[in-house]
């Protein structure tokens, strides 16, 4: 029986449902104590003085410090920013420049909500108490809210070292578009902005530290993404070597990117243990995640675009600037994701695009699900339906005469992926993919007669369309462990960190297939780097596509010393054997079967249990899978829209997701994956919203001001699989954690301004809200 392609439950659900799952706030050790940050109240400011005096006299404290104590105590902070290969740095213009965090600010404050000091206290509420005792003489400087004026000449300067607000540029492009546009018979140009909204997981951010004098070691539990590189920088920061860290992630509820990277308070806590001598705990709370976990998107496109009597598209330029706020947390990867997508599944031969990074007086910028790509796609099939209106076409009609065909996969589009290698659509059917969405929601024509006849008695509907490829599995690698317990059950580790994927099933799934037993012999552990000494991480769509890569060699490997030592016992030759029925047996003879829990105990070190001379002890391997690079997934989201014209409101109707992430392994979850993140993108693009006022006061600090999208808000989602196996990993599978975030901001963009055709009004910035649209509508 083969699992994968099963929609088998998650087994992670039963202990979750039932009250067995443990978050980090679940975490009590015996005296704890409990770390609460002080904050700036303002978004720019020179520190003259923090003054704790009254702070570490306060009932319950037990240590307090601030930004200059650390600089005492502390080595520099490392460069926590992904690095970029030496191939994309050979290949790509580029300029940058690192600001780099430090765990408490010293010299300036440069957001509302950069910690300034720490205070530790027995109890939660007596550190909250102690914080606002807490004296900050702090020099109000102007603050920088807008990315363009960030930029422009005379405007203060953020980081004072770096003598400039422009952290950031580069650019890519081929073909020859200045001559392009020159010569096509029609240009358009837009500028298009996605704004600043942010991941909202159920559970915020939070870790504890412990520290153990007899070992001199340190354990770090952590609401994180990434547990090796907590562990990484963790050793650094107590200058201990990295097998004296252990950094784990419990249950952990709900990531999308923004615990995708490491944050001051990862480091700290650890540290605070260490010189408390007791374990110390930290709890962010929702207005803390507002204002300190990192935000997205906001960034402005100045797109340029040549098309012909057909519709199509003869050259494109897209000039776009992104506000990354106070810090750079992961350096380019955002921005270089944004350009590497922008052309979408389409074939353009003349391109260039150029960004720049701009820090101003925000909280600092990184992924959300999408990280980088909504924002592409949103200029790019905002454009294509402004072709297909300037043109008098149906957009599906320009969509479909510009995209690449299936014939003509691998697709060398001729630009370089963010992992320096040339950017090839491995395999897809995206004109397939169009046709299979608009046939979900009913077919075109049949929706153009409802559209029609809703107009004549004064409703207003509108059908959107939002294409988009998407660059997973990106290396540099992941690991993963096979072994064959005493049990015979299969024991599997790897440096992937779930955060509610229902990665312990999936996994079990490809497992049980490798090695023909059923899943529930087969036990994962993750997000323990006491497992597996060396990982990655889950961020960027990668960790199906790179851990089934690993325990796909691993395996390998390791059957065939199972096979080697079931010949031994069961004398006769390796190539006669075969994997079955959770043992080893002769091909033919179906009575004639080994247990792995039979072959494990022959391979056990010692004397004459069965095992071959030549076969060393022991049945485990280990992979580190480094891909050679992306695969390739994609999709087609179609959104039909009711709008309101005297209340603005948007009543999503239908909404169907044509899919294709190669192999699915479990379609259920890859279901709940492509509407979780559909959900979110289309709150992205109606209500959340990120709002500062001109001091750099953030004045969406709370649910009741962040409005995210309730259940009433959202239609049944339609989703059709596409299978378009990847030829770059053993599996055929690519990645699909971010996918459905990507295109809902462009489909919903794009059905508004159709339900609004007659009007003429056009939506090119997001969030589209009913005010904005009653406004629009108005000045009509």
């Known amino acids: 029986m083969a699992y994968v392609g099963q929609s088998l439950r998650r087994r992670e659900d039963r202990r979750l449902l039932t009250g067995q799952g443990q978050f980090i706030a679940d975490l009590a050790l015996p005296r704890m104590l409990h770390a609460v940050f002080v904050r700036s109240p303002v978004a720019h400011a020179r520190i003259r003085n923090v003054d704790l005096s009254r702070a570490r006299s306060a009932p319950g404290v037990v240590h307090a410090l601030h930004g200059a104590d650390l600089l005492r105590l502390l080595p520099p902070v490392p460069d926590t ?26 010299d300036k404050a440069r957001h509302v909500g950069e910690a300034l000091a720490v205070i530790v206290a027995e109890s939660r509420e007596q550190a909250e108490d102690a914080a606002e005792l ?27 070292r770096l003598a400039t607000n422009q952290i950031g540029s ?3 492009g081929k073909g020859t578009v200045d001559t392009a546009l020159a010569v096509a018979p029609y240009r358009l140009k837009r500028r298009f902005y996605s704004h600043r909204y942010a991941a ?35 050793a650094h920061i107590l200058r201990l070597p990295e097998a004296r860290v252990r950094v784990v992630a419990l249950d952990v509820g709900g990531g999308f990117g923004v615990k995708g990277h490491v944050y001051p308070e990862d480091l700290l806590i650890p540290f605070l243990a260490r010189a408390t001598g007791r374990p110390v705990r930290w709890i962010e709370d929702r207005r803390e995640h507002l204002l300190a976990a990192t ?3 906001d960034q402005i496109h100045d797109v340029e675009i040549g098309f012909d009597a057909d519709g199509r598209i003869l050259a494109l330029r897209d000039d776009f600037l992104l506000d990354c706020g106070a810090w750079n947390p992961i350096g380019a990867g955002i921005a270089y994701n944004t350009a590497a997508h922008l052309l979408g599944p389409y074939k353009i031969d003349n391109f260039a695009a150029s960004a720049r990074i701009a820090v101003t007086n925000k909280t600092p910028n990184t992924a959300y699900r999408g990280a980088g790509r909504p924002e592409a796609v949103f200029a790019t099939e905002r454009a294509m339906d402004l072709v297909a209106g300037a043109l008098g076409l149906e957009p599906a009609q320009v969509r479909r005469r510009n995209m690449v065909p299936a ?10 992926y963010r992992d320096g290698e040339p950017i090839v659509y491995d395999s897809g059917d995206y004109p397939g993919g169009l046709d299979l969405a608009l046939d979900a929601i009913g077919g075109l024509a049949a929706f153009r007669r409802r559209q029609r006849e809703a107009r004549a008695q004064g409703r207003h509907l509108g059908l959107g369309i939002g294409c988009y490829v998407e660059g997973t599995g990106v290396g540099p690698f992941e690991s993963a462990i096979v072994r064959i317990d005493p049990s015979g059950k299969i024991y599997v580790t790897s440096g992937a960190c779930p955060q509610g994927q229902g990665m312990e099933t999936v996994y079990a799934q490809i497992v049980a297939d490798l090695w023909q037993v059923a899943p529930e012999d087969v036990v994962v552990m993750l997000a323990d780097t006491a497992q597996i000494a060396t990982g990655f991480g889950t961020i960027a769509s990668r960790s199906t596509v790179t851990v089934s890569a690993a325990v796909h060699y691993a395996s390998a490997r390791l059957k065939q010393k199972v096979l080697a030592i079931a010949a031994n016992l069961l004398e006769c030759a390796p190539a006669d054997l075969e994997l079955r ?23 056990r070190p010692g004397w004459d249990h069965g095992r071959p001379p030549n076969v060393e002890a022991g049945l485990e391997e280990i992979h580190h899978w480094e891909p050679p690079t992306v695969t390739w997934s994609a999709a087609t989201h179609v959104a039909i829209v009711e709008v309101d014209i005297e209340t603005g409101h948007v009543a999503i109707e239908r909404y169907a997701i044509a899919h294709d992430c190669g192999v699915v392994v479990n379609p259920m979850l890859v279901e709940g994956q492509v509407m979780g993140g559909t959900a979110q993108g289309i709150g992205g693009v109606l209500c959340e919203a990120l709002a500062y006022d001109g001091q750099g006061q953030l004045l969406s600090g709370s649910l009741l001001d962040y409005a995210l999208p309730k259940a009433d808000d959202l239609p049944p989602f339609m989703v059709v699989h596409q299978h378009s196996p990847s030829p770059l990993n053993p599996l055929g599978v690519k990645g699909v954690g971010e996918g459905g975030a ?17 009007f003429a009004v056009e939506f090119n910035a997001t969030p589209i809200t009913a005010e904005r649209i009653v406004e629009a509508l108005r000045r009509r």
């Open 407 to 416: 014939a003509e996969m691998p697709y060398a589009v001729g630009l370089a």
């Open 742 to 758: 990507v295109a809902p901001p462009a489909a919903i963009a794009n059905a508004i301004c159709d339900a609004l055709a007659p």
């Open 170 to 172: 580069f650019q890519i």
């Open 200 to 234: 909202m997981p159920i559970e915020c951010r939070g870790g504890v530290g412990l520290w153990d004098p007899r070992t001199e070691s340190a354990t770090v539990w952590s609401a994180t993404q990434v547990v090796h590189w907590v562990r990484r920088e963790a």
């Open 134 to 160: 807490v004296g900050l003489d702090l020099e109000a400087l102007p603050a920088l809210i807008d990315p363009e004026m960030a930029l422009a000449a005379g405007a203060p300067i953020v980081h004072d």
């Open 295 to 297: 935000h997205s998107r």
């Open 81 to 106: 920013q992904l690095s970029l290969p030496r191939k994309w740095t050979a290949l790509v213009q580029h300029s940058f420049l690192n600001p780099q965090q430090p765990l408490l600010a010293h």
């Open 581 to 603: 029925e959770g043992g080893v047996g002769v091909v033919g003879v179906p009575g004639q079967t080994l247990s792995l829990a039979r072959v494990a105990a022959a391979a």
